[in-house]
């Protein structure tokens, strides 16, 4: 039965966009072709009584958006990051999405923390406000510690979330796996796999005991990074409903006004930003993946504070590098050594040209260079970006899709405090910095020790991996030349080499 339901569903959703205008609005916005735009309305006007009405004060697409729900407004707050792809007036409108919607009762977020912590919220807590801030997720208090008078945030989760979004995602799941079937052509994109991936994301967010976990390893992580903040759990009164934090004062950072009167440079807080993003994304391989800003703000002493720590991304050590030769390229406009790095990294299939490739990363390169910002057409950059990954058969990276997703986040939120600002000029000295420390011969030698270590984990056992080895080549016809038996022997002698070496270079690291 979940078929026809979830088509019913897909059909409420162009029905609702419909019905609150939002369908004309969003195409506008989006620049979509005038045959688009009126195929648009002749197949949704139909079914457009079966929309919701949403709250008729919103304007149309954030009215549509929280119609239908969490999911929905997930992807409109990306959106409200980026005035380059939807307009400024359509992202200024969306930034609503980010922490401003409607919060649920009072009554009910203390029940639900008496519940979830075990007492009342009056012994708890002295003090306890009413919602500040509300997001798809979860909602926000401010209040104050009965046992040290600490002035604490306290969040927590919106009832039924987690039913909500899984009605969603079966939808979504449904609509990938349409799209697979119709257009086979797609199959490269891996929409199903985008929606597991979104799906993994959002489940973990819906659990605040790994939320405060990550916001706890962040914290270590960037401890000494300077002019940036990630507030303290406070891990006695946080559960899987609630999280309980130190308070963090500052500016929103979507309040360009009150930063500008505060005396804030607005064009160095977005570099900072940019900057601290690529170096906890390359640095450590966890970054803060939802960095919108409703989730920043701008503290009295000038640090940026981060907030909300629900969707974190981690990249492995390889794939880091990677990302940093792929930028690092496009900064020196070595676009032959980034053709390089992708197919190095089977990024693109073995069988295409590198040489085409390369041409073609040119000419999504060349353009940004030396323009400026402001007239860099985003929308344009990602479509031709999509044309050429599909001339070239590259298949969506399921484990970058974050990465790639909070970059696109994150220059939206520089460029809304400096429409000037060159990402490539920006993230020059960090990538340089990374390259520096794990691509150069320390790099090497810091690899050959960690793989030194890994072998000689084996050396209790290699007498007896050979022995049997040697057991089961004497007993199986025909009988192994002296140069195949010396193979395995001279492996375990160029580990014991390795090993060696290893622990000689790591005395001088």
């Avoid at 949403?54 to 149309?60: A, C, N």
């Avoid at 990051?81 to 930034?95: C, F, K, N, S, Y």
């Avoid at 609630?242 to 977005?270: K, N």
């Avoid at 040119?362 to 007239?375: C, K, L, Q, T, Y």
Wanted: charged residues 20%; contains cysteine; aromatic residues 8%.
């Amino acid at each position: 039965m979940k078929g026809p339901i979830n088509i019913l569903r897909l059909i409420r959703t162009g029905a609702t966009f419909e019905r609150t205008g939002a369908m004309r609005e969003a195409l506008v916005a989006l620049n979509a072709p005038p045959r688009l735009r009126v195929a648009a309305r002749v197949l949704g006007w139909p079914f457009r009584w079966l929309g919701l009405r949403g709250d008729p004060s919103l304007p149309p697409v954030t009215r549509a958006l929280t119609a239908l729900g969490p999911a929905y407004i997930k992807f409109g707050q990306i959106l409200s990051t980026r005035p380059d792809v939807v307009g400024h007036e359509m992202a200024l409108q969306l930034q609503v999405l980010q922490d401003k919607l409607a919060p649920f009762s009072t009554a009910t977020a203390r029940a639900m923390i008496a519940e979830e912590l075990g007492a009342p919220v009056e012994v708890l807590y002295s003090e306890f406000s009413d919602a500040i801030a509300a997001a798809s997720i979860a909602q926000v208090h401010r209040a104050r510690r009965a046992d040290t008078g600490e002035q604490v945030a306290v969040k927590v989760l919106r009832p039924r979330i987690l039913q909500a979004f899984r009605t969603d995602i079966d939808a979504f799941y449904f609509s990938a796996r349409t799209i697979e079937f119709l257009l086979p052509a797609t199959r490269r994109l891996r929409p199903t796999d985008v929606i597991a991936h979104f799906e993994s994301v959002v489940m973990g967010e819906l659990d605040l005991r790994l939320e405060s976990a990550a916001c706890s390893e962040f914290a270590a992580n960037t401890a000494q990074d300077a002019g940036f903040v990630v507030p303290r759990v406070i891990w006695p009164l946080s559960g899987r409903n609630v999280m309980t934090q130190t308070w963090a004062e500052g500016i929103p950072l979507s309040d360009l006004a009150a930063i500008d009167a505060a005396g804030h440079d607005a064009s160095a807080l977005g570099t900072r930003i940019l900057q601290l993003f690529l170096r906890h994304a390359l640095r450590d391989g966890l970054f803060h993946g939802d960095m919108h800003q409703g989730n920043l703000k701008v503290a009295p002493s000038g640090d940026i504070v981060a907030l909300d720590f629900g969707i974190m991304g981690r990249i492995d050590e390889y794939t880091r590098r990677v990302y940093a030769e792929i930028l690092f390229g496009f900064i020196r406009r070595d676009y032959r050594r980034v053709a390089e790095v992708h197919f190095e990294a089977g990024y693109v299939p073995a069988d295409r040209d590198i040489d085409e490739f390369a041409r073609a990363l040119r000419s999504v390169g060349e353009p940004i260079f030396g323009m400026d910002a402001s007239h860099i057409s985003m929308a344009k950059l990602l479509q031709y970006l999509f044309e050429v990954t599909e001339r070239f058969g590259m298949e969506t990276r399921t484990e970058l899709i974050l990465l790639q997703r909070t970059m696109v986040v994150v220059e939206g939120v520089a460029r809304s405090l400096n429409p000037q600002i060159n990402i490539w000029q920006v993230a020059r000295p960090v990538v340089e910095e990374y390259i520096r420390e794990n691509l150069g011969p320390r790099a090497a030698v810091r690899d050959l020790w960690r793989t030194a270590l890994v072998l000689s984990r084996f050396g209790p056992k290699l007498p007896g991996i050979v022995e049997d080895y040697l057991l089961r080549a004497d007993a199986d016809p025909p009988p192994p030349s002296p140069r195949s038996r010396a193979w395995p022997l001279a492996w375990m002698a160029l580990g014991a080499i390795l090993t060696g070496l290893g622990v000689w270079l790591g005395a001088l690291i």
